[in-house]
């Protein structure tokens, strides 16, 4: 953007300093090209309206036309309301009910006037109502020219201050009158006529007070395209620099692995694990290093690709590590792993945190000399006596456990050349998420399960139905199975009382199952303890694990046949999917049993609806976009980078798909952006990183 939108909001007419100060505060705008970017959250369509006789109450947000016939304050002080009556032209009444801002409403509120009113309604005693709607004066409707009008979203201290939607529109009107002419063009005319863009000057217009609706679609449209368009090139971009700059080994001797290939691989891999190790072998033999994430649903086989990728470093004489989160799985590994590696004549170690200080030296020693090449362990890999003789591969098992920090220690043993890293997560992460927030990892996908597993059979039941499933459990139990009960815990904090749900689900199920042995593990367990108790589990000592979701990650069970989960509305989509990934290991038909009340919401119902229906993490990582939001689905810390002015992740995966595909085409044309038809998109990335508060959004 060009400087003219870097002046402050306080200078645009109708603002002020009083005003600017607010909008910084509350709207963080600043600029004019901030408050141009405040686009509309939705608009008044003067066509659509509902008689208050058509009102239903699974209507969620409604528009009603009509007039106020009578004001009143109700209550004193605190408890003070106002309702106002709005009678419509079949003179059928609603009421209008405000809690909040009660004196300014009862002032500017006028009687025996026509408005429009929009908001959610509900019914009492037979009457419709609406709390805290919002209002439109029906006379200023002439006054636009626009047929869809903006209404942009506020606070309540903005509100307070008399700044409305209205009065934000009121800002736009000055702002479009003097900005437009400023506007410049920030794509090539090459993708405006391949994507049949409209220009920019007309998005902005259209896209504030949109003219025709086809205009408002084609506005929104190029606007979204323009967003994502610029997150993907500057993605693309970290990406070629990063693979400029960082050599990696190569790795293109593979006696090792042709040999474990045929004979001591006992499946046959499928297509898509054969399709991964085929990626990662390219990119071993790149001459770069290799930064990639591999995502598979639990169950894929993502340990026997790790696996062919360590056997790949060795047969090029380079260590490699497998770090895992927990105890658990890193013995797990190893258990599976060391059988393979002792048969191929590899030395595979394994350290942890219990691991006894003699046998670490020991350790310590091997992989100093280069006489160990591969290690699988937890975070004690990452102390810095660990050293290694050349360390050229480090693998990352369940990825989101791990900080950023902590892996980059690990690249940093070897000092001559970064080694290669992959990363495997079991959480499957949307395409679109996966695209914006890892656009400078390449991803991996083994999208399908091996042949024979048989589908875990999930079931919703109320706890009205306990003793039904308790007898079920029972019955498993005779047939030799193991079972997990599952308690939800919001967080893992301080309180004890936080575990109430657990620890008397505990005493329930001991009471409910007293000829069997009840194993129990929580985040407030000593690390031994919680290992202790869940190796008596692994080793078949107990037939029930009563636990939070520290069972969550990757622990292998394979004969524990059942999962019921308690309180199942209370846990997110992923979460659940998660944990129903605990069983069906086996060769055993498995079930998942999800436990709730009769109380449910929408949402809930939606997610104990898509556990039944599929297992399928893909799609259920979908639907849980869709439920949560980017930003809540990722957590906090990375909620900044999907904090998208006007694209929505969960809703505009076909334009991502397509301005992913026209950053890439532009960077492989013109890597540095030199060619005339891309003048406009350099000068746009130049006022972009110029313009701190706009790229901050996007960084
Ligand atoms: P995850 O991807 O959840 O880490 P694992 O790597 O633990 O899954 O694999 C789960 C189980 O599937 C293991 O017992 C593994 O040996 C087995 N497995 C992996 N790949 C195949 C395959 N292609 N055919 C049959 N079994 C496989
Ligand atoms: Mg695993």
């Known amino acids: 953007m060009s400087n003219f939108f870097n002046t402050k909001i306080e200078f645009l007419k109708g603002v002020g300093p009083m005003r600017a100060e607010l909008l910084q505060k509350e709207l963080n705008i600043h600029t004019y090209g901030d ?18 006789s058509e009102l239903d109450e699974s209507m969620p947000y409604v528009q009603v036309r009509g007039r106020i016939r009578g004001k009143e304050l109700i209550g004193e002080g605190r408890k003070q309301r106002l309702a106002a009556t709005l009678v419509d032209e079949n003179g059928d009444q609603l009421e209008l009910v405000w809690f909040k801002g009660v004196k300014w409403m009862q002032k500017t509120l006028k009687n025996h006037t026509d408005y429009i009113v929009f908001g959610k309604p509900t019914s009492f005693n037979g009457r419709f109502n609406m709390a805290h709607p919002e209002l439109e004066e029906l006379a200023e409707e002439k006054q636009t020219t626009s047929f869809l009008q903006p209404v942009y979203h506020t606070t309540e201290k903005l509100k307070a201050h008399r700044i409305d939607s209205k009065v934000i529109s009121k800002m736009m009107e000055h702002l479009l009158k003097v900005a437009l002419p400023q506007v410049q063009e920030s794509l090539s005319p090459e993708l405006i006529d391949h994507y049949r863009l409209i220009d920019k000057r007309s998005a902005y217009a259209n896209i504030h007070f949109p003219e025709t609706s086809d205009k408002y679609n084609k506005a929104k449209f190029r606007l979204k395209f323009e967003e994502l368009f610029y997150i993907q090139l500057r993605l693309f971009r970290q990406k070629v620099v990063r693979k400029a700059d960082l050599k990696g080994q190569i ?23 054969k399709r991964v190790v085929k990626e990662i072998y ?18 894929s086989g993502k340990t026997i690709v790790a696996f062919i990728t360590m056997l790949i470093a060795a047969d090029n004489g380079a260590q490699s590590v497998l770090m895992a989160p927990t105890e658990i799985l890193a013995d797990q590994h190893y258990v599976g792993l060391k059988k393979f ?88 992460i949307p395409r679109t998420l996966a695209m914006t927030l890892y656009g400078d990892l390449d991803v991996s996908v083994i999208d399908e399960l091996p042949a024979g597993r048989k589908e875990i059979v999930t079931v919703h039941r109320f706890d009205s139905h306990r003793l039904r499933v308790f007898q079920f459990i029972r019955d498993q139990i005779q047939l030799g199975r193991q079972v997990y009960i599952v308690y939800p815990l919001i967080e893992e904090s301080e309180q004890m009382e936080n575990y109430k749900d657990l620890m008397d689900g505990y005493e329930s199920v001991k009471r409910a199952f007293p000829e069997y042995k009840v194993s129990m593990v929580h985040g407030k367990m000593k690390p031994q303890d919680k290992d202790y108790e869940m190796q008596q589990f692994v080793k078949h000592e107990t037939h029930i694990m009563v636990a939070t979701t520290v069972i969550e990650v990757g622990v292998n069970v394979p004969n524990a046949s059942v999962m019921v989960i308690e309180s199942a509305e209370r846990f997110g989509l992923s979460q659940l999917h ?26 809930s119902k939606t997610r104990l609806e898509t556990m039944v229906r599929t297992n399928n993490g893909f799609e259920i990582a979908d639907i849980d976009l ?50 005339p038809q891309h003048q406009n998109i350099r000068r746009h990335i130049q006022s972009l990183s110029a313009n701190s508060v706009n790229w901050s959004r996007i960084s």
């Open 251 to 273: 790795f293109n001797q593979v006696p090792t692995l042709t040999e474990f290939y045929k004979n001591h691989l006992t499946f046959d891999l499928t297509n898509a694990q």
């Open 35 to 52: 408050l141009i970017q405040h686009y509309p959250f939705r608009y008044l369509d003067r066509t659509q309206f509902y008689k208050v």
């Open 282 to 299: 390219a990119d071993l033999n790149a001459g770069k290093q290799m930064n990639r994430l591999l995502q598979g649903d639990v169950g």
């Open 578 to 603: 998660q944990l129903r990934g605990r069983v069906g290991r086996g060769a055993e038909q498995s079930y998942c049993i999800l436990m709730t009340g009769y109380k449910l919401s929408k949402d």
């Open 626 to 675: 869709k439920l949560r939001g980017p930003g809540d689905l990722m957590g906090t810390q990375q909620s900044g980078v999907l904090d998208l002015l006007i694209a929505d992740l969960s809703k505009d995966a076909p334009i991502l798909q397509e301005a992913r595909a026209a950053a890439q085409k532009v960077l492989n044309e013109d890597p540095q952006l030199e060619q």
């Open 341 to 428: 590696a002792d048969s191929l004549g590899i030395n595979l170690g394994k350290l942890t945190g219990s691991t006894k200080a003699k046998d670490r030296r020991l350790l310590h020693e091997q992989l100093r000399s280069g006489d160990m090449k591969m290690i699988v362990g937890t975070h004690a890999l990452l102390e810095d006596v660990v050293q290694f003789q050349n360390l050229g591969l480090c693998i990352v098992d369940e990825q989101h456990r791990f900080g950023v920090e902590q892996r980059s220690k690990l690249w940093r043993k070897n000092p001559r050349i970064i080694p290669h890293v992959l990363v495997m997560t079991a959480t499957p």
